[in-house]
């Protein structure tokens, strides 16, 4: 929760290769206590703040003294929020499971805002036992956003009924007014040593920049209801910490708004005073994070059950590009290691995209992402005649292309099982 003294977010270009979706195994969840639910033990002569149901936190001491395994920054104010079991919460979801949830700014731009910097928030996970170097992890975690989440927490900094905003009351939203925004940049940066709460961290990231290893960067628009993230890191260190959240500068994070009407809106607050301002905010809920070993299991367990298995394509490749990232590398090795393994299984790798853009040119670019994935094999020592490949262009959606979430889930490579 956002109060009036901040930090400045940051930061960094770094890899990132996301798979959905992710079958459930039965693997060791890593991260203690990533569903929020257990409590620190009352100490004697420690303050422990206790959440009250369907608030918002205003602090960040209630992170750091009864969320088991959490902690963060003492100038963040992320909002552990609990669900109310008996009456429920006006305007919170349901969480995803248990009555705990994390709330965290992942973008608010200094234009709009009080200070000289942008204001996200971000929360230190722990790990039961440390990682293990060379192995590879799959990393998940569920996030929430609506329309209306966003407003209601500016409403209970700045004033107001937050119900205003879940109405779409008009009174909610002047005199400057706020604007609900969905933004990218959902970024893991690992180590061996707890953070230091008391230091100024977006103030550290100007002269020593912490780069996340991992970082989600399209756009998550949930639409209202909750929806899974899951990425695949290799270790490089035997890491027992995680720090999650938005690292990098809000002029660079994707958000739900046009080029050009972004900036416009960049320079017209910069002139106005702070309370005739349209405050933009990506506020998200967070719920059930999970980091397990991967070792291809995800993959061949999904081509034996469900007899596919998706690669999303925008993570896959740049921007309409049909090169494979460098970061594609592990699981394609995966990939290639559970067909050499299962040398019955006949595989077609299919491109597929969303319908942005002419027909001619999507149908092209799929096909020429599905053969990069079947070359990719093919120098792995797949043998042709246990794989192909297919471009169907815009032609075979999973999903509605109306909203940038289901566009994600249309632009994919899905190897499906053929007889």
């Given at each position: ?82 669900w109310?079991t ?25 234009q ?15 790990l ?11 990393i ?10 966003g ?12 119900l205003?905003?879940?109405k ?44 996340p ?25 035997p ?95 995966q ?57 169907y ?14 566009r ?12």
């Amino acid at each position: 929760m956002l109060r009036s003294f901040f930090p400045s977010p940051f930061l960094a270009s770094v890899f990132l290769f996301a798979i959905f979706p992710a079958p459930q195994i039965f693997s060791q969840n890593l991260v203690i206590n990533g569903g929020f639910e257990r409590q620190i033990p009352q100490q004697a002569g420690v303050l422990q703040v206790v959440p009250k149901p369907c608030q918002f936190a205003g602090n960040s001491h209630v992170v750091n003294s009864s969320v088991l395994g959490w902690r963060t920054y003492d100038t963040h104010t992320p909002d552990l929020l609990v669900w109310d079991t008996l009456a429920g919460c006006p305007f919170f979801p349901k969480p995803h499971t248990g009555k705990h949830m994390m709330g965290l700014i992942m973008y608010h731009p200094f234009q709009d805002g009080q200070f000289a910097f942008d204001y996200h928030e971000l929360v230190q996970g722990s790990l039961a036992k440390p990682l293990e170097k060379g192995k590879t992890y799959r990393i998940s975690f569920w996030a929430y956003t609506n329309d209306s989440l966003g407003p209601q927490h500016l409403m209970t900094v700045f004033g107001g009924n937050p119900l205003d905003a879940q109405k779409g009351s008009k009174s909610a939203y002047k005199p400057g007014g706020f604007r609900a925004t969905f933004c990218g940049n959902f970024g893991f940066h690992f180590s061996e040593n707890k953070i230091q709460t008391r230091e100024e961290f977006m103030q550290s990231q100007v002269d020593f920049p912490v780069r996340p290893q991992i970082n989600h960067e399209g756009i998550v628009e949930t639409s209202g209801e909750w929806h899974q993230i899951t990425l695949t890191f290799k270790a490089s260190q035997p890491y027992k910490y995680f720090l999650f959240g938005n690292f990098f500068f809000d002029a660079v994070t994707k958000i739900n708004m046009g080029d050009e009407e972004r900036m416009q809106l960049d320079i017209k607050n910069q002139e106005l005073q702070f309370w005739a301002k349209t405050k933009r905010i990506a506020y998200y809920l967070f719920d059930d994070f999970s980091i397990v070993e991967d070792n291809g299991t995800a993959i061949e367990l999904s081509l034996l059950k469900e007899k596919k298995y998706t690669f999303q394509s925008a993570l896959l490749f740049d921007t309409g590009k049909s090169d494979l990232k460098p970061e594609a590398e592990t699981a394609l090795q995966q990939l290639a290691e559970v067909l050499q393994k299962n040398t019955l299984l006949k595989v077609e790798v299919g491109g597929h995209t969303d319908n942005v853009g002419d027909d001619a040119s999507n149908q092209l670019l799929s096909e020429k992402r599905a053969q990069s994935v079947f070359n990719a094999l093919i120098t792995r020592g797949i043998p042709a005649s246990q794989v192909s490949w297919k471009g169907y262009g815009e032609s075979s959606p999973v999903a509605t292309n109306d909203s940038d979430t289901n566009r994600q889930k249309n632009r994919r490579v899905e190897c499906r099982v053929v007889d």
